[in-house]
């Protein structure tokens, strides 16, 4: 614990983060609670401070939307930052990992990402295009040249994320779109026996960003607004605010749990033997620059079995599935241990699979979270292997298992369908998001009724699949790549790298774990337990906890489970916290108080039981006194933007309106497009008498990028006319499994 609070308190001032933040949704941030004391912010100390709005910035003028900015700027910038050879004649082992890595193959010649920016291109003109070039064709984009065709045998085209880009990077900012400054001027080059000319090459080339944790939130968050062709403002991609919200980063908001601290680079970078002598090195080593991730389609496309390997063992780190429990058509729930269970033919079942995000830094499965392609697959046999059910099983061929759970963000058109072709610009709403947050759980829930004359024991097994991307984004691209065009661009790329990136063929699937359950004939339950009964059942609750109002109750007999069979303080304290915040979610302020007493006794003060105090005050409107115990969830977990919106709202409830403008403040530097926070900054210079034209500018930046007011239609139209919508809208219902055809 001591060790999570230093560092979080290191990391105080250097807020930086968010995306896909929470709709908090609780009133009008200007109107004070009833009954409650109105803070005085009208002393002379508040109303003689000159008050300002924390606004988003803006990239160079001439390259927006595109957040990047460029300086100096010159002719020929986009063919020198193309250019890898100059680096590769030194830096051998750097570029050999990177030549077969997703920075290589980011920009025209990804047959992936050319469908989906060519149709942005043709559908909404090449200039709202510049978006997607801050981070996958800077090249092309300093020189003025994705506003025009793109032709396949020009090299910026193949370029990428190129060495000279990361590498000529001298700040980032916390937009996103390629919220970077870049230096593109020409990196002097090392002349041996001159020490002066070395020490000139690492000052270019290793600029202090390169060792800061923030390096990638520039292109790993995105969003989307009017001038990407898109009806209003929505936020996308953000691995570096849930990192930033994470265990990993010091900041412990969320729950009662220690992981060692870890950032982009440790990760996605580990250290690799420099076997070609790489001068980077040191000691031997250099940082992979591979850019290890979920790309084991890329890695299969580039015929290397030992990156295929590579990648895929990194793959299968990131999520682990369990077979919890087991819950009786009484409403019994049980705990699924080495213990039989005994069940009766005709009986109905219903078998939580847990799946946790439990090494991963952001939400799992990563990336561009619409297009995504993890699945579970579920099969039951009897006695005698015949198959009984089955869920998930066809949607490794097809891409269309309507029976398949699939851990993937539905992001709507206007009439509330799923566009799974990378369709950005017409992208209309959220309607949800199935996959995980750092250390978090989820339950898929699968009902089935014992079959009459069943061989006992019933055999559930449930697995966990992966594929690079979904079936319908890969024949877009499969179809584009054999045009002309397409196979002139592949015919391009041998040039810039060892070959090609075919997408037609099929995409590999990484099975990431499995788990399986005995259910009656005197059966044992399960032989492998994947983790500590503990930690199994601690996972189980944290799943159940996401479940709406009237179904919370479940999580608390694998709680009970959790903390009965703790054997650490820090372990009873996580389970006790968790319960804390069950108790917070039901309004039971005095047990959700007690709870977190309980769990302070064994761990001490922490950010995450101050967090459930307030949540447990603001249930009884309390708003005033809520704030106070979320100001201290908010200094220890500093980077945490949902807890400053969250602080923010209470504030300006509460009436404490300067109080309310600090909190949004520096939220802002940290999400500077949060509609929450812009609206209460808003209100809140409102309410201070603010300059009318600050005002003006604050009221205009809220509007632009609020919920939109079709969002919760499209979500409604979604539900009514798109099989599962409705289902799948609910955080914890009940999946029917596919009887097996006889």
Known sequence: MRRGRAGAARRRSLGRAVLLSVGLGVGCASSPTPNEPRPDDASPAITASPLGATLPSEGAPDLAPAQLRVAPRGQGDGTRLADVDGCAECHTDAFAGWKASAHSFASFDDPVYRVAVERLRAERGKQASRMCAACHDIALLVDGAMDREVRPEDPRAHAGVSCRVCHGITAVRADGNGSFDLDPSPVPVPREGDPASARAHREAVARPVLREGELCLGCHRSFLDTATGNAHHLPGQDEAGAWRRSAYAGSHAARVDEVPERDCRSCHMPRVPAVAGDPGAKRGTLASHAFLGGHTWLADAQRDPELRAIVADFLKQSATIDIAGVTRASGEQVFVTGEPIAILPGERLVVDVVVKNERVGHRFPGGVLDAQDTWLEIVVTDARGVLTHEAGTRHAATGEDPTAHRLFAHVAGSHGQALRQRETHDFRALVYDNTLAPRDAAIVRYGLTVPEGASLPL??????????????????????????????????????????????????????????????????????????????????????????????????????????????????????????????????????????????????????????????????????????????????????????????????????????????????????????????????????????????????????????????????????????????????HVNELRPAAR
């Open 459 to 732: 055999t559930v097994r449930a697995t966990l699949r992966h594929r690079s991307r979904s079936l319908p984004l890969q024949r877009a691209a499969c179809a584009d790549a054999i045009t002309p065009r397409g196979r002139a661009f592949a015919a391009e790329s041998p040039k810039n790298r060892a070959r090609a990136f075919d997408p037609c063929p099929p995409q590999p699937v990484t099975t990431l774990g499995a788990a399986w359950v005995a259910l009656g004939g005197g059966a044992i339950a399960s032989r492998a337990p994947l983790r500590a009964e503990h930690a199994r059942a601690l996972a189980w609750a944290q799943g159940l906890s996401h479940a709406l109002q009237e179904h919370l109750d479940l999580g608390r007999y694998p709680l009970a489970l959790a903390i009965g069979r703790a054997q650490t303080e820090p372990e009873r304290a996580a389970a006790v916290a968790l319960l804390a915040d069950l108790e917070a979610k039901q309004g039971r302020r005095e047990a959700a108080f007690g709870a977190a007493r309980r769990a302070e006794e064994l761990v001490g003060p922490h950010p995450a039981l101050a967090r459930v105090r307030a949540e447990a005050l603001r249930a009884d409107w309390a708003w005033a006194e809520a704030a106070t115990h979320l100001e201290q969830t908010a200094k220890l977990a500093p980077q945490d933007d949902t807890v400053w919106a969250t602080l923010a709202v209470m504030l300006g409830g509460a009436g404490a309106h300067a109080r309310a403008l600090e909190a949004a403040a520096h939220g802002l530097t940290l999400q500077p497009r949060d509609g929450d926070l812009l609206r209460v900054q808003s209100l809140a210079l409102d309410a201070l008498g603010a300059e009318p034209a600050l005002s003006a500018r604050a009221r205009d930046s809220f509007l632009a990028r609020r919920t939109p007011d079709d969002a919760p239609s499209v979500r409604a139209r979604c539900s009514a006319n798109v099989p599962r919508c409705a289902q799948e809208r609910d955080p914890l």
